[in-house]
Nanobody, 127 residues
């Protein structure tokens, strides 16, 4: 069974920082582009960041550019999302997702391209 387990969420004041982690089942991680999505009070999952299998290619949502960094370590089957200068609008459940891909530099911003999802970790940013 494929597992993606997020951690690192919590309550933080505006302007603060958090680093989220996502540990993925061996066998899936190294064949996947990884992504992070945020779900606020509604049902839509907003794209936050994505990274290719190689780790060399990344993309970010417009609302987080310059404040967020996605990274991965293929030896540890782990992806991270470093978030700085957090804002109340960043509040939500953050989901890690894996997209099975062929190309080493491929990544995707589309939630429907992702094959596996974690259960999410709550991030709350207070004013």
């Amino acid at each position: 069974q494929v597992q993606l387990v997020e951690s690192g969420g919590g309550l933080v004041q505006a302007g603060g920082s958090l680093t989220l982690s996502c540990v993925v089942s061996r066998g899936v991680f190294e064949t996947s582009a990884m992504g992070w999505f945020r779900q606020g009070s509604g049902t839509h999952r907003w794209f936050v960041a994505t990274i290719s299998k190689s780790g060399r290619s990344t993309a970010y949502g417009d609302s987080v550019k310059g404040r967020v960094t996605i990274s991965r370590d293929n030896a540890k089957n782990t992806a991270w999302l470093q978030m700085n200068n957090l804002k109340p609008d960043d509040t939500g459940v953050y989901y890690c997702a894996a997209a099975l891909v062929d190309g080493s530099e491929y990544y995707t911003k589309n939630d429907y391209d992702y094959n596996y999802w974690g259960r999410g970790t709550q991030v709350t940013v207070s004013t």
